[in-house]
């Protein structure tokens, strides 16, 4: 029979919502100069992520309503249609080139990133997979190495793009699913030691890259180089003092501080609202984060648990990497912050993602 559902976590909820508001607000203020000398409408962007937000509470909405046990006999075939995105992308004649990697399909209108619905793909898969072996994900070749070896393939294809950020935040995902799993720690150690040489390589292998990465440690040595990004990001921060210059008034938005509305929409949020204001976004997503844990250790299945796990520590570990980049505190990686930055390719399935776990929610026992 049917079990009643109960209510779904409303604060997961107006979390989301409320970071997707302060996400729209940002993006208009962020990039309404930008908007206004390149495109001739100050509101250019507005327009287009308010669009993609209301489809995105369109899709939360109706994810939400969906019984998350379904996707575990999708995941499959979720996974090998991302995975199809992700071959597509690396054709010269289908991918777009942007910023110096190609991330991007063309529908027309509007470019996809195949690596942002990749995310979410595996999740659902893995979760699955590791609810489906159970204990048997303590003995490696028979549990961990065929769940290795497909995510080894899909990491290939993103670093491929190259999109190392995309890569490192889905591993740091992963991993967290198989520890909760109950993977064994040697095994996730040995994993973690032996994937070091592939990330050397995705550092070292273009000059720019590995330039790019160590900027973070001493961004003065070349400001007007790899360091430009985090020096500008810093002056954001700094000049926002405890309550900001306020809203609209950024100085560093007038063509100073490079992807202001997308990477580096933090930087407008401390130099507008202040401290206050980015400790309060920060506040936000740890309360998603406690409150999507809470959905994980209450869920009433294996699946619901890993899921619920998945879900959350991908949107609370991006944007966690991306406060890093912002604050000067990790490498550059080019990672949107989630409900915040602009761009439907990662908004789309972030509030999707949302909305499973809202519906995981609804299924959880109550306390």
Known sequence: MKKKRNAPDYIVFFTAVTLLAIGVIMVFSASSATAAGTRGDAY???KRQALWAGLGIIALVIFMNIDYRIWRRT?????????????????????????????????????????????????????????HKGEEIRKFWNGLFPALALMGGTFLLILLQPDLGTAAALAGTLAMMLFTA???????????????????????????????????????????????????????LGSGGPVGLGLGRSRQKWYYLPERHTDFIYAIIGEELGFIGAVFVLLLFLLFAWRGFRVAITAPDSFGSLLAVGITTMISLQALINIGVVTGS????????????YGGSSLL???????????????????
């Open 44 to 46: 250019y962007y507005l």
């Open 75 to 131: 995941g499959k075939l979720l996974l090998l249609l991302t995975i199809i995105l992700l071959l597509l992308v690396l054709l010269p004649s289908v991918g777009q080139v942007g910023l110096g990697a190609r991330r991007w399909l063309s529908l027309g209108l509007i470019n996809i990133q195949p690596s942002e619905i990749t995310k979410l793909s595996l999740v659902i898969y893995l979760a699955g997979y590791l609810a």
């Open 182 to 236: 109950g993977a064994e720690m040697s095994h996730l150690l040995g994993l973690g030691l032996a994937s070091l040489p592939v990330l050397l390589y995705a550092i070292f292998s273009e000059e720019y890259r590995a330039r790019r990465f160590f900027s973070f440690l001493n961004p003065e040595a070349d400001p007007l180089g790899s360091g430009y990004h985090i020096i500008q990001s810093l002056y954001a």
């Open 330 to 341: 990790l490498p550059i990686t080019g990672i949107p912050l989630p409900l915040i930055s």
């Open 349 to 367: 399935p972030s509030l999707a993602a949302i909305g499973i776990l809202l519906n995981i929610s609804s299924h959880c026992r109550t306390s």
